[in-house]
């Protein structure tokens, strides 16, 4: 198992436009149902601060195998990022310390 973070904080002004991207990218993937993986993303705060925060998690059954690699959607967002980013935003490796789920 895998897990990638992606946190990137943005202003206010784009918070609109990134949480319709994160609408898109959600539906394609939903249209594209990979299996093996566990994808979630969040806005931090209220979105009314003076710079937002984002965070995706991506837990990967087969870390050799991410099926976002294949969604235009994804790539899409990955590479929108970059202007939304206020700081370098990376994907970074997670160690998962504990999880449930029912």
Do not use: C, H
Request: proline share 7%; net charge negative.
């Amino acid at each position: 198992m895998s897990v990638q973070i992606v946190r990137f904080s943005t202003s206010t002004e784009q918070v609109p436009e990134v949480e319709e991207a994160i609408r898109k990218l959600f539906a394609a993937v939903e249209e594209a149902a990979p299996t093996g993986i566990d994808y979630t993303a969040v806005r931090l705060g209220d979105g009314e601060s003076e710079a937002t925060e984002f965070l995706l998690a991506l837990r990967l059954a087969d870390p050799e195998a991410n099926p976002l690699l294949g969604i235009r959607e994804a790539l899409d967002f990955r590479a929108a990022i970059a202007a939304w980013a206020e700081a370098p935003a990376a994907p970074q490796p997670a160690t998962v310390l504990g999880r449930y789920s029912r």
